[in-house]
């Protein structure tokens, strides 16, 4: 592949050429400062952005890495000049010469709505603006932390340390926020990102915490704890809300549905009933609000209704914090979620897109959540989305009105 790299003399850019370079694709880096990038890469052609236009004739994809970083003093205003209008004036210009593919880069910050730093502002109106750049195909690559080689930034003191300790901390770090290994990039911009689909504008990459024991313990321990926690400390409640089920209206107050849990597996899963008796087997958002029982409302309001899932927990079938578990016939879902790759890990109780107001009757956006939290796994997102729900976010799915 012949690829533009624009900000490589920056860290990521650093650790990025040399394996693109391996790969054998013919490079041309683009900076302000020609030769900085002459010094760093002296086996690679280079040029300046006043030569881009006529340069970048004949390549295939421009990586644009050139940023103003989110450790930077910089004010909103200079990071709209560099990451918004600066980047679309690349973009543009990578289009006048013929160049397919763009590849706007950025951290995943961007990708949290409730962070307003001028680096994830600046970010997320970048992505928006270059939708309007026609004819050119561009890819919103979302990276987390980024390391290579060498760590940067606050992890440089591992450099220091030999490589065992230093890789078994740095995994400990990887479970608390998501990393990616620059090497899995340059794979993704060499062999994934030609078999994309070009209506496919979002791309997050990360490390996989499920083989990483510093998450994976850590979070299956706070499950169990969770489960004894009710049932040592809660079983009062538990029986108070199934006699008070059981006398508001006929039928169990415990319900067993069939849910499609890790790997497309089926399980039974357990939840306090809200609903009445002979209300049709469907995703929430297409029964009756009028089926919901005036207790089962504030039991949905309050997710109290889902506490009887502590069974799930202990048979390791559901995680607290994880995508919700949804009905085999919701055939929609599944087909998103399974192309996602979020089948492969466990669903759970609450999860990032209920907190964020989206439930199954949107399965499209749902699964692209879904997968954003898989991508995003760390024991701190798993955190915020338990206080999150605690605080009255992730209410359950909406009914409908009708």
């Not at 236009?53 to 421009?62: H, P, T, W, Y």
């Not at 079983?235 to 006699?243: D, H, P, T, V």
């Not at 578990?325 to 996602?340: D, K, V």
Request: hydrophobic share 45%.
């Amino acid at each position: 592949m012949r690829i533009i790299v624009t900000g490589a003399s920056g860290f990521v850019g650093r650790e990025l050429v040399p394996l693109l370079a391996d790969a054998g694709g013919k490079l041309l880096l683009v900076g302000r400062n020609t030769e900085v990038l002459e010094h760093l890469f002296p086996d690679q052609a280079v040029c300046d952005y006043a030569s881009l236009a006529q340069e970048a004739k004949g390549f295939d994809m421009l990586v644009h890495l050139a940023v103003a970083n989110s450790d930077s003093a910089a004010s909103l205003a200079t990071y709209r000049d560099v990451n918004v209008d600066f980047t679309c004036k690349v973009a543009q210009m990578a289009r006048e010469a013929g160049v397919a593919c763009f590849v706007h880069v950025s951290s995943s910050h961007a990708l949290d709505g409730q962070n307003q730093s001028g680096y994830a502002v600046s970010k997320r109106e970048a992505a928006e603006r270059l939708k309007s750049v026609a004819g050119l195909q561009v890819i919103n690559v979302y990276l987390p932390l980024v390391y290579g080689r060498e760590w940067s930034g606050r992890l440089a003191w591992l450099n220091r340390l030999p490589n065992g300790p230093a890789n078994r901390l740095f995994r400990a770090f990887a479970a608390l926020k998501p990393t990616v290994n620059i090497e899995r990039f340059a794979e993704f911009l060499i062999k994934m990102l030609p078999a994309l689909e070009a209506t496919e504008r979002e791309v997050i990459l990360s490390d996989p915490q499920g083989k990483n024991p510093f998450f994976s313990v850590p979070k299956r321990l706070i499950d169990i704890g969770f489960a004894l926690s009710v049932t040592l400390f809660l079983c009062w409640l538990l029986i108070l809300i199934w006699i008070a089920i059981r006398a508001q209206s006929r039928g169990p107050g415990i319900i067993a549905q069939t849910r499609v849990g890790r790997n497309g597996v089926e399980f039974t899963c357990y939840k306090f009933r809200t609903m009445l008796v002979g209300t049709i087997q469907a995703g929430t958002h297409e029964v009756s609000d009028a089926a919901v029982t005036a207790l089962g409302r504030f039991l949905r309001r309050t997710k109290l209704d889902e506490l009887p899932q502590i069974i799930n927990i202990m048979c390791n079938e559901v995680s607290l914090i994880g995508p919700r578990p949804c009905l085999p016939m919701q055939i929609e879902l599944i087909e998103a979620r399974r192309r996602c790759g979020v089948l492969d890990i466990k669903p759970g109780i609450t999860g990032l897109a209920q907190i964020n107001g989206i439930d199954m009757s949107d399965p499209h956006r749902l699964a692209v959540w879904d997968f954003r939290y898989m991508r995003l796994q760390s024991l701190l997102l798993d955190i915020r989305i338990l206080m999150s729900t605690l605080a009255g976010k992730g209410r359950g799915d909406r009914v409908s009105s009708v």
